[in-house]
């Protein structure tokens, strides 16, 4: 870090690292609940706390059974393969439908756009505990509710914001002389789409489909009401684990789930990065 | 126009989700919700396994914590998804009340293995109209004789005493058996406490005990959690249904002790959904369940006791000890007043749940 | 492409429409083009989110229930004084219509609905029902009141004609802890029932509480984050980015791990001596519990807003202003600070926003003092059924997130809404 210039007096000095010092502890409390879980997931006993054995680093104290626990269990592996099911369809429709509506919604003729705008995004401001209640009345009476297919509508239905907003965030700084450029050189519209449109908002259509992804396979409260035995997904498992019984499986599965939006993390921000790139934004 | 608006609604959505929705349960499958845990477990165990083995019918399990909530919403919405329901007395007498438990006729059930017809076979009191009675189980309390040097609770007073007996307090979050103990533990004899209950002073009464440890309660819900709660430390002493209890002593080696003084015994009974489409199935499971083999089969599992008469001579000997109605544990003990309780949940759970808001 | 002519003072296109009209043509194919775009998300919005919501939000008025079951009755309550206990008459009616409805197995959804107005009316209701069905005829009145002596007060009879209203306000004024009294006068709930108000009261105070200590968590992180050069404050934001992309459900988890009795920090505090074994803290399944848990999950909402504000600030302002002579401080409120206040609006208000509807976290970790409004919900969704007041008090809490929503999207604006 920059040094501090030699002028500065011992009052402002103090008042820097005084700060630092500060904005390190915030940044403790930020990170110290994800890295806590980890070495706990691989203790050899079933306590949440730190053994003398796992403080002096004896492997004995470590080991994989919560991991192989997860892999054991019926329930845990049908809710991985669920979670992977309602996510994967649910973030296709989600960045088709999202995609299609942001393209819309940046054309500068689009009638009532700030309303349409409001309603688009709502799902991602309204009380999940709301939506929850509304959807298990609706989805119930049309005979969804406990099926695969209920659940991934909903999780469409709140992914769906998050692309709308990445991609016309992407779209905002877009150069519609481009589209007239190829136009004019004689490409069709769908050339022109395909070879103009897609390659300059896909960064933004794929970090809405991440976040799309997220959401899915983070939302615990539509699928509490929606869901059956057969559609319970990992964090409807991981709830009830933490109402019932808090097992170190549940360490395991977190572990498990830092390293898969750790690597959803670096996917996005590989994304960004080259996304500035290719609009000729230099890091800044 | 509103009402025309929600049926085109419904009717479009409705077409365009039938194609692709056609995927349900299967019909040879069936849906049997208990309470979770060792609980389940020995239902599995003695009920689901065999079962299955004999018919080749899939049995899908699936926990719940008590109460008509869901049954209510799944028949009031036209979407029953489960089939058979292990429930408490006072929720058969209401479900059967509010037309959503299916009305069960006792001759379809196999006599007893002595030959005894079934209607004579079953304690009295453990058949109704839309309820097959299966087990007796209790509300009692625990301690970690562990965390306690000197004298130990003995008596249901002790669980409301925090200054003889220090330590958070679990109690499971509904009124049931909590109000009952308070007033147990403020000098009501077991016999009155549901008459006191009748009045507006004594479930005044009831709740102004309560107050007393009112901020020294975690409340559980479901009856796993108590022993877990005992086991991780976060109370000293807690409610748990005594089965569970059992099993955390005697299978999973935890130094709790139990005490009886002031059991709440209930009965936990099958009762079948209104509108269910495996009616048959279930009907068929409901007679093999509770025949007087896999009655006292339960028994090897959990220290629950089964209704039969003709079950009692199979129970094995060393069980016996841990069964709420073995008379040693059975003195002071307190049946749960199922009529009452179905008169008046509404009223004690609303009058609870603002109780704890506050 | 229009080819615009010059003829006779109106300029029109080759096939000989004036120019106005073909571009108003075109204008209108591109709208609706851009229209034809949203269009199918914005029906599926609409259908499988507004629509069940506000569907939903019905059931808070609706009122079918007594009105359905018990009509002649009502009929017969129409002209009744409220002064007296009905005549026979109306008893003998009342008899006839609960019968029918006991042996249909309805009664007990009357007495339910009944209940939620008068409480302690639901025995009365079902003991009643289960007399009548033994016996063939009257005079019901002395049945009745034998039954249950609240049949002879007159409150009973009023609050019946009062839940036979087809449409009813009686759930928002449960929700707000108010009720009619047999008059139909609107009065406050008996003491011992009045917990929404404090709870809407308690959930507001919360998130205030929670927005403020984000945004004093957030101020400084932002800025070192914002002053820093790239290559470590990417670092930084990393930091910041992780949590905010995992699971909620784990860092619930990790806080539970965290704070419990028997969990690492008072473990720790215990080695350290600053407390003993048997003094450890209670530091979960209560308000602060809640507080803590949410605060971290939402920091990361304050945090994004506020950073991306302060990158556009220049360093040469504060560099003017100290040259200028302004104490660090003073250079800090009147010229840093000024600058802030659109990102402290949006981050506070969005932190806000999803904390007033937050449900998990106070579910799993804020035991009996930490819930919230949406707790109450779920309680009346899913365990009392009372999915009129569960409606009246999503309804309360939608109308609120609405208006907060409304002034974000004009101080903010929603098209600014970023992640990452």
Known sequence: ?284 | MRRFLKSSVYATVGLAALGLAGVSQAADSLTVVSWGGAYTNSQINAYHKPYEAKTGVKINSEDYNGGLAQIRAQVEANNVTWDLVDLELSDVIRGCDEGLLEPIDHGILPAGDDGTAATDDFLEGTLYECGIGQIIWSTVFAYDASKFTGDKPSAIGDLFDTAKFPGKRGLRKTPRVNIEWALMVDGVAGEDVYETLSSDEGVDRAFSVLDRIKDDVLWWEAGAQPPQMLADGEVSMTSAYNGRLFNAIFKEGKPFEIVWDGQVWDLDLWGIVKGTPNLEQALDFVKFSTDTQRLADQTKWISYGPVRQSSLPLVAEEMQPHMPNYPENFKTALQNDFEWWADHQDEMNERFAAWLAQ | MAQATLDMGVITTVDGTPLKTKLRQAERRNRLRSFGLVFPLLAFIMISFVFPIGDMIFRSVDNPVVAQHLPRTLAALENWDGQEIPDEEVFSVLAQEMRVAAEAREIGKVATRLNYDLPGSRSTITKTARKIRKIEEGPYKEVFIEADKDWGETETWSKLKQVGERYTISYYLAAVDLQRDATGNIISQPENRQIYVPLFLRTLWVSLLITVICLLLAYPIAYLMATLPVRYSNLLIILVLLPFWTSLLVRTTSWIVLLQTEGVLNDILVWIGVISDEGRIQMIYNMTGTIVAMVHILLPFMVLPLFSVMKTISPSYMRAAKSLGATPSRAFWTVYFPNTVPGIGAGSLLVFILAIGYYITPALVGGRTGQLISNFIAFHMQSSLNWGLAAALGGLLLAGVLALYWLYNRVVGIDSMKFG
């Open chain 1, 1 to 284: 870090m920059a040094a501090l210039p030699p002028y500065t007096t011992p009052l402002e000095r103090a008042w820097h690292y005084g700060f630092r010092f500060i904005c390190a502890c915030i940044f403790i409390f930020l990170i110290l609940p994800i890295l806590v879980i980890l070495p706990l997931s691989f203790n050899a006993e079933p306590y949440f706390t730190f053994t003398p054995g796992m403080l002096s680093l004896d492997p004995e104290a470590f080991s994989m059974r919560w991991y192989r626990d997860i892999f054991e269990n019926e329930q845990w592996i049908g809710s991985i393969k669920n979670s992977f099911i309602v996510g994967f369809f649910a973030t296709v429709l989600a960045t088709f439908l999202g995609t299609l509506a942001a393209l819309g919604l940046s054309r500068a003729n689009m009638p009532y756009r700030t309303l349409i705008m409001g309603i688009l995004i709502s799902p991602m401001i309204v009380p999940l505990i709301i939506t929850a209640a509304g959807m298990y009345f609706f989805y119930t009476n049309l005979g969804l509710a406990q099926t695969h297919l209920g659940l991934i509508l909903a999780h469409t239905a709140l992914g769906t914001p998050f692309v709308v907003i990445t991609v016309t965030a992407t779209l905002v700084g877009f150069d519609h002389s481009l589209t007239r450029a190829s136009a004019s050189l004689g490409a069709s519209p769908p050339r022109t789409f395909f070879k103009i449109i897609v390659p300059l908002i896909a960064p933004g259509v794929i970090s809405g489909a991440l976040f799309a992804l997220i959401t899915s396979f983070d939302e615990v409260v539509v699928v509490l009401f929606l869901a059956g035995f057969e559609q319970r997904t990992i964090p409807r498992q991981m709830w009830a684990g933490i109402r019932e019984q808090i097992s170190p499986t549940i360490l395991a599965v977190a572990t498990l789930l830092i390293v898969f939006s750790i690597v959803l993390m670096t996917a996005l921000e590989l994304l960004r990065r080259r996304n500035e790139r290719m609009r000729g934004i230099r890091p800044s």
